[in-house]
């Protein structure tokens, strides 16, 4: 059987993540603080297939149990692969330098960088014993990339995300059978994370027009697009070979 662990999974992105999973035969573990309307229904169509996980991302020392309490809710003896797609993230806080807000920086950078790291280290310290192919997929942002004024703590946290990736590839390359990782960029996606940047502070925030115009011209691209993108390359045999990667160079 194939098992995927999602975290994020109460919407955007990662609701979409589990519905094209699910759809395609998969179990999954969808985590997130609180089980969404949405998340619901979708276990309505899944009853066997989709269990729900609360988790904060945020609780760091929570999260190599809650790994294993996830681990535990699949019959591993029959897994031929398990997918760990670390989704959950948030921009906030959209602030310079010299205006951080310590609690939602401590914050952003626990749920958008030390909780990927955790669970994949969780993920492969326990799954030892495991007889699976392993592949994790950190949803990250070109922000991690190219500067954008006011998101330093969002980018610096991708940063983060994509470097981490690369060291966990070079790691598991010595290994007889590595486990898979990548760090992902979804492009630009319409989510409620994308109407918390179109409802920014334009003094925070100078790009605003930009995805405020994205949103008017129709430049974003469905949940659903991306995720079915993502998936069809975390599935694929080149998934890792590139350590970073943004879908947008894939083929449609
Ligand atoms: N949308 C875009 O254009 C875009 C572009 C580049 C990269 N990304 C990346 O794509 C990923 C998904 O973003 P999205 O656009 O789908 O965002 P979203 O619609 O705002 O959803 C964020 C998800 O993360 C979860 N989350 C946030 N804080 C959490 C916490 N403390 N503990 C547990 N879960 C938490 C939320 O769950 P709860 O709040 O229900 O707990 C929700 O399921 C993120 O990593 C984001 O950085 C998005």
């Given at each position: 059987m194939q098992a995927a662990i999602v975290t994020g999974?109460?919407?955007?992105l990662g609701l979409a993540l589990c519905a094209d999973l699910l759809q395609r035969g998969f179990t999954v573990i969808g985590l997130a603080r609180q089980e969404s309307t949405a998340l619901k229904q979708l276990a309505g169509h899944h009853p066997d297939r989709l269990h729900f996980l609360p988790a904060d991302m945020a609780d760091s020392a929570a999260l190599s149990g809650l790994l294993a309490e996830a681990l535990t809710l699949l019959p591993t003896a029959d897994l031929q692969q398990l997918l760990l797609i670390n989704n959950a993230g948030v921009?906030?806080?959209?602030?310079?330098a010299g205006f951080y807000p310590t609690t939602e920086l401590l914050q952003a950078i626990a749920v958008n960088l030390t909780a990927p790291m955790l669970l994949t280290d969780a993920l492969l310290r326990l799954s030892d014993d495991l007889d699976c192919q392993l592949r994790v997929a950190c949803i990250s942002s070109g922000a991690a990339i190219k500067a954008y004024p006011g998101w330093g703590v969002y980018g610096s946290s991708k940063a983060g995300l994509d470097h981490f990736c690369r060291h966990v590839a070079a790691e598991q390359q010595?290994?007889?059978r590595p486990a898979l990782i990548a760090a992902l960029y979804p492009g630009v996606v319409d989510t409620d994370m994308q109407a918390t940047i179109r409802s920014s502070d334009p003094a925070q925030f100078p790009n605003k027009e930009r995805f405020d115009a994205l949103k008017r011209d129709g430049g974003l691209s469905s949940p659903q697009q991306a995720a079915r993108k993502i998936i069809d390359h975390l599935l694929s045999a080149d998934f890792g070979q590139h350590s970073v990667l943004d879908i947008r160079q894939l083929p449609d």
């Open positions: 999974a109460s919407r955007g921009v906030a806080p959209i602030a310079s010595e290994r007889a």
